[in-house]
């Protein structure tokens, strides 16, 4: 290694060859702790020992503060569009959207690998494998037919059939997932808001009430005879 003092600060040469990226960071990390003069000193004292003449021959950029990265917006390797949601693994899906049926189950795992699955994953379309594959990923009980699934949630109408055994999740059920999951207490009440069943006292009464007319009428019928 050879040193040389410049401009108060200690440089070495190094024997690799250095990148022209890697060298604009050294230089840039040297000179962001400087003021403006020690860094025109330190540039110029750079400048004529590399004989590359006055520092007045090239184009200055005034140094910024140093910003991060801009945010990375995932996208899918196929269609270069930007994903719907961020990166979200099936288990954590199911946990935050709790489906309460096999069906809407199916939908998650159909709204998972179009929207939030990486590239490797991805996929427009799920058959019978992917209910299995994923529904155990999932953490979510299997179903006793995974064919039969796939069908119940196309009747349903939140599936449209693509070829034999195979489904994509049309509008209806992205907005299913993406809004109607988790279903609240309001939605689970309106199906079980029923007409309560007639018990057996409310039978009761009525036949109590017939009878003692039918009494009635007997005793006028034997007071007239």
Same mark, same amino acid.
């Given at each position: *290694?050879?040193?040389?003092? !410049? ?24 000179? @962001?702790?400087? &003021?403006?003069? @020690?860094?025109?000193? +330190? ?6 020992? !590399?004989?590359?003449?006055?520092? /007045? ?9 140093? $910003?991060?990265?801009?945010?990375? &917006? ?10 719907? %949601?961020?990166? +979200?693994?099936?288990? &954590? ?27 490797? @994953? ?22 006793? /037919? /995974?064919? *039969? &699934?796939? +069908? ?11 070829? @034999?055994? %195979? ?10 997932? +993406? ?12 199906? /079980? ?18 009878? $003692? ?7 006028? %019928?034997?007071?007239?005879?």
């Amino acid at each position: *290694m050879i040193h040389q003092e !410049l401009g108060g600060l200690q440089v070495s040469e190094k024997a690799e060859k250095m990148s022209v990226i890697e060298a604009v960071a050294t230089v840039y990390g040297a000179l @962001e702790r400087l &003021t403006e003069d @020690e860094r025109q000193r +330190v540039l110029r004292s750079a400048m004529a020992l !590399l004989g590359a003449g006055d520092l /007045s021959t090239v184009q200055q950029v005034p140094l910024q503060k140093r $910003a991060g990265p801009p945010p990375v &917006t995932p996208v899918h390797a196929g269609t270069g569009l930007p994903t719907a %949601t961020p990166r +979200v693994d099936i288990r &954590t899906l199911r946990e935050t959207k709790d489906p309460r049926s096999a069906v809407d189950m199916a939908v998650l795992t159909a709204y998972y690998l179009a929207n939030a699955a990486d590239e490797r @994953e991805h996929k427009d379309a799920i058959d019978k494998a992917d209910i299995i594959k994923y529904f155990k990923q999932a953490g979510y009980p299997l179903p006793k /037919s /995974s064919p *039969m &699934t796939l +069908v119940h949630t196309r009747n349903a109408g939140y599936f449209d059939s693509v070829g @034999e055994g %195979t489904y994509r999740l049309n509008p209806v059920g992205y907005n299913l997932a +993406v809004h109607g999951l988790p279903r609240t207490a309001a939605k689970k009440g309106q199906k /079980s808001a029923r007409k309560p069943p007639r018990t057996g006292k409310k039978k009761s009464a009525t036949k109590a009430v017939k009878a $003692a007319r039918q009494t009635g009428k007997a005793a006028k %019928t034997s007071k007239k005879k």
